[in-house]
Each structure stands twice: as structure tokens, then as C-alpha cells.
């Protein structure tokens, strides 16, 4: 709807609530399935079209073989409903898209809709969550309600799964390591590359290499050169403009190129790091040096087109120790194949060799950013291995979530005309949970949290200090009486309709980032670790207990035997 611009719906909406339209044009009332509607004219055709639902917006699993899940695609949600309006030629399209015997009046119906009737409760973008429990709560016309059905679980399902692929990235590199969204390249599409660099954000990560990105949302670039750059030269005698004000401006060095010369015949010849290499290639110099001259106050070398540590390495020293005589400091090297481990730690000896021979100040810790192919498995790998690296560049398995594909968000009736409904299911991990319901966080004395608890809607709030029997949905023996230091109600409303509630503003990327991280930092640690991670708790009270298994009761059919 964003690019419908002041055709309609975008104007509509802001006399009410100021909010744009989605980020991603192609996000409109078209972007679902056509059983979708079906339905609708389904239900128009049988006068039901009116009659008011609710659905829950949940996942049953939680990805990756964890045990928890960062919610995330809400901001989405909220301005495709805000601006939820059909045009003419949406219409057109759908009329032809049916069967010629749906009634004109159905279409007629289509053009007076939006969702000013429909009420969104949800859990806080960035949140951390679990299964079973509603993310979100959809309340209205049954018709209007079930074609939001299919945009509102593709919003939320890649958002979510990518956020929480780069939270565990950031879990297993740790909080001192600097993590960096390298993915657009490899991303599926441009919406999922826009996509991923927002959501891994929002996970954990500090920045992204993705321009468009950087634009829409404000997130930190970063960025250097490829191996193409550095095979594109030659020899130093390209470099025809060779002068470098100082930093403070107050000298040039008219010759920058013999300055870098002078300082790798030092390092060959230096006491400490004699023999480690000999003639390094001089294209690669050349490339470092015009990179450097380019940009002196944020040079960052791809050290591994030729040979890392008789090459690489010793070329970037060369121009850093240049750029410090000048009064620049080089940000550090990029390592981009061979074995992480063992080279991060001899590039690191390399740095503190020459700080420690020449008494150039921290230069032992230049930074040393790696990349190559990486994911959970290989970072962990580094770890137990030792290495010495400060950055990480993540690409392909971050963005394309190249360990689960989907989370599998599913969308489900729980009560309509204020009658609870019910799903049942051979599987009992696929029978949903019925009727519009509360949910809350109980905390224990540790502050950690300790489990989710649903009840029904009327059902009188749990209390800090008090004993609360928590029931597994559908395990009878499984139950145990928690008293929680602090409780917290988990789902506000975001979009009020009519009801005349308080709509709670969406929030910058920036303060969702902080909410992500200071939510995952509050989970007890055996939840959060990548292997056999202890089961979250996840709860109904027993008196939502009971009636889940009365009503479970009352619809399964009684089977008979002769």
C-alpha cells in the first residue's frame, strides 16, 4: 500500500493514526491466498460476513533446535491493517480471479472495508516468546479478519525466524565481538535482503553491509573492498596522486607510497619479524595504499587474495604504520578464507610484534574482522579452538536461515459471537488452545522468567506473592504451583478499532534493538544454550485446564464398536 500514495488508503488512514504503509509496496490486501477469499465471499453469501471472531497468531515449535524465539514483524503488521483499504484495480483483478457467479454486491462489500473495526492485541516487537502462546490476537468481522490471515503470518514468520537466527549468531560470538549482516548477495530477493538486514538488527547484530537498509532504518554500514579490488592493480607506479594531508592538517607527506615502502623494509628487516616473510606482492600493496589514500581515517584491508601472512599482513602493516606517522590509526584487516583460528592469532603476534619493536601505541589491537561462509557451528568452533578475532561478517546461513527454513506461524479461530471454538487434531501439538485469552510472564526470585501462563480473558489476573497452579495445556500430570516475584502482562493493544482502548505506538528500530537484547539477557542461561537447552515453561490455569478438555470433550466425535 506504500505506493499507492495519496490514492486513497494511505490518506484515510492518517486522519486516524498517522501511521505509512508498509515498507515494502507489494504489501497489500492482495498479498494473500485466494481461499482467503473464498471464504469471504463465503461468508458474505451466508449473512455471516459481520458476525465477530477472534484468531490467535502463534508458532507450535520453537526454530533451530532452541527452546526460545524473538517475535519480530509487528511494526508490518500494524501499518498494512492501518492502511487496509481495496482499489479499484484490486477489485477488478479479484472479480476476474473468481468464479462468475459471485454476486456483484459481494465486490460492492469489498470497496466499504478497512479494519477500523478490527482490534489487534499483541505481544511487544522483540520480545522474547514461546509456543503455544498468541503473539497476536485478532478481533473483528470474521470476513475482514480472515483475509488478514495469510499477509499477518508471512509478516511475522521470516521477521521472527531471522531475528531469533541472529540473536542465537549472537549468543555463541558473544557480547564483546562486533556481528555484521553480510547477507543482501546471497538474500532470497531484494524483500528478503531489506528484510534480514532489519530483523538481524533487531536480533543483535551492529550493522549491515546493505545500503537500502541503512537508508529505511537507520541501521549502521559497514563495508570495505573485495578481492576484485585488490587483483585490479598492478604495481605501485599506477598510483599517480601518491600526496596525504596528516590528520590534523597541519603537513603532507608529498610521497605516501615511499613512506609505505620505507616501513616494509623495516618490517623485513625488524628484529622480531625477521624471516617471516619475504617479497610481498606489490599489486596487493598498491591496492592497500590507493585504498588508504582513499580513505585514511577508516582503512580496513582484505588481507588473503595472494598469501595472508607473507603478504597480506605485512602490506597492511606497512600502510598502517605510514597512516600512524600521520596521525590516522587503521581500523584492521578482513579475513576471508583459509583457517580463521590459527591466522587471526598469527596476525595478532604480527600486530603485537611491531607494537612491542617499534612503540606504536595499541597497535597489538588493531582489529581483525573475519568472514567466510559462517554460522553457529563455526563460530562455536572458533571459540573452543581459541582465536583472535574482533568482528564478525555473516552472510549466507544468517539471512537465508539455512538451518530451518520456516518458523511455522499458524493463524487460528478461538472464539466467534463470543462462543469459544476449538481445533482438534490426532496430533495433539497441532489442537489449539480456545477462546480469548490473557497472558502473562511470572518471574522468580532470581529475576529470571520462570514460566507463560494463558487464562481466559474474565479470569481475575495472577499476583506477585500468591500461589498459581500452572497446568500444561494438555499433559495432565504435568502441573506445578508457582509464586512469582513480579508478573507481567505480555499483550497490548496495538490497534484499538472501536473500542475506544489506548493504542500503544510502535517504537523506532533502535529502542525494539534494546528491548531484544535486554529481554534475551534476562533469560536464565540453560534456555538459551545451543545444545539440549531446557524446555521453557509454558502454561494455562486450571481453570482454562478444564475447559479446554470440557470443550475438547463436547466436539471430538464418540465413536461406536460392533
Not at 475482514?144 to 549468531?169: C, D, F, G, M
Not at 600502510?319 to 583459509?338: H, P, T
Request: glycine residues 8%.
Amino acid at each position: 500500500m506504500a505506493a499507492a500514495g495519496a490514492n486513497g488508503p494511505n490518506k484515510v488512514e492518517r486522519r486516524a493514526g498517522g501511521i505509512d504503509g508498509p515498507t515494502n509496496p507489494m504489501v497489500t490486501p492482495l498479498l494473500t491466498d485466494l481461499y482467503q477469499f473464498t471464504m469471504a465471499y463465503a461468508y458474505w453469501k451466508a449473512g455471516k460476513h459481520k458476525e465477530r471472531a477472534v484468531f490467535d497468531l502463534y508458532f507450535r515449535r520453537n526454530p533451530f533446535g532452541g527452546e526460545y524465539t524473538v517475535f519480530a514483524g509487528l511494526e508490518e503488521c500494524i501499518k498494512l491493517i492501518a492502511n487496509f483499504r481495496f482499489m479499484e484495480d484490486e477489485i477488478a483483478f479479484i472479480k476476474t480471479s473468481l468464479p462468475s457467479s459471485c454476486e456483484a454486491g459481494f465486490y460492492d462489500y469489498l470497496r466499504g472495508i478497512d479494519c477500523s473495526d478490527v482490534e489487534i492485541h499483541a505481544i511487544s516487537e522483540g520480545y522474547v516468546v514461546f509456543p503455544k502462546i498468541p503473539l497476536m490476537r485478532i478481533e473483528g468481522p470474521v470476513a475482514v479478519v480472515q483475509l488478514l490471515e495469510t499477509p499477518l503470518v508471512n509478516l511475522i514468520n521470516y521477521a521472527s525466524l531471522v531475528a531469533t537466527n541472529a540473536a542465537r549468531h549472537r549468543f555463541v560470538a558473544g557480547k564483546s565481538k562486533l556481528l555484521l549482516e553480510f547477507g543482501l548477495r546471497r538474500a532470497q530477493g531484494p524483500d528478503g535482503g531489506i528484510g534480514a538486514s532489519k530483523y538481524c538488527y533487531m536480533g543483535g547484530f551492529d550493522a549491515t553491509s546493505n545500503v537500502a537498509a541503512g537508508k529505511l532504518f537507520g541501521i549502521p554500514l559497514r563495508g570495505t573492498h573485495s578481492h576484485a579490488f585488490v587483483s585490479s592493480f598492478m604495481s605501485p607506479d599506477e598510483i599517480t596522486e601518491k600526496s596525504l594531508r596528516s590528520c590534523e592538517g597541519s603537513k603532507v607527506c608529498e610521497d605516501f607510497v615511499s613512506l609505505v615502502q620505507t616501513w616494509l623494509n623495516k618490517l623485513k628487516w625488524s628484529q622480531l619479524l625477521g624471516g617471516i616473510f619475504g617479497e610481498t606482492n606489490q599489486s596487493e600493496l598498491a591496492a592497500f595504499v590507493s585504498y588508504a589514500l582513499a580513505f585514511p581515517k577508516n582503512f580496513l584491508a582484505l588481507v588473503d587474495t595472494y598469501d595472508v601472512m607473507r603478504s597480506g599482513v605485512p602490506n597492511f602493516c606497512a600502510v598502517a604504520l605510514a597512516l600512524n606517522d600521520l596521525g590516522y590509526k587503521a581500523v584492521g584487516i578482513r579475513l576471508d578464507s583459509g583457517d580463521l583460528a590459527y591466522l587471526s592469532c598469527e596476525t595478532r603476534k604480527f600486530f603485537q610484534a611491531i607494537e612491542k619493536e617499534f612503540g606504536v601505541r595499541d597497535f597489538g589491537k588493531t582489529g581483525i574482522t573475519a568472514s567466510n561462509d559462517l554460522n553457529e557451528e563455526t563460530l562455536d568452533a572458533l571459540n573452543k579452538q581459541g582465536h583472535e578475532v574482533d568482528a564478525f561478517g555473516i552472510g549466507t546461513h544468517l539471512v537465508t536461515c539455512y538451518a530451518q527454513p520456516a518458523l511455522g506461524v499458524v493463524f487460528k479461530l478461538v472464539e466467534i459471537n463470543n462462543q469459544p471454538r476449538i481445533k482438534l487434531s490426532e496430533d495433539v501439538s497441532k489442537v489449539s488452545i480456545p477462546c480469548k485469552k490473557r497472558c502473562y510472564r511470572l518471574y522468580g526470585k532470581e529475576g529470571y522468567p520462570l514460566v507463560d501462563l494463558m487464562t481466559g480473558e474474565n479470569e481475575p489476573p495472577p499476583k506477585a506473592a500468591e500461589r498459581i497452579l500452572c497446568r500444561h495445556p494438555f499433559n495432565e500430570s504435568k502441573r506445578a504451583y508457582v509464586v512469582p516475584q513480579r508478573v507481567e502482562e505480555l499483550m497490548k493493544c496495538f490497534w484499538p478499532g472501536r473500542s475506544g482502548k489506548k493504542r500503544e505506538e510502535l517504537q523506532p528500530l533502535n529502542v525494539i534493538r534494546e528491548r531484544c537484547i535486554k529481554q534475551l539477557d534476562q533469560m536464565r542461561p540453560d534456555h538459551m544454550r545451543r545444545l539440549n537447552p531446557t524446555p521453557y515453561k509454558v502454561s494455562v490455569s486450571a481453570k482454562l485446564y478444564d475447559f479446554i478438555h470440557f470443550l475438547w470433550l463436547n466436539e471430538a466425535p464418540v465413536g461406536e464398536l460392533q
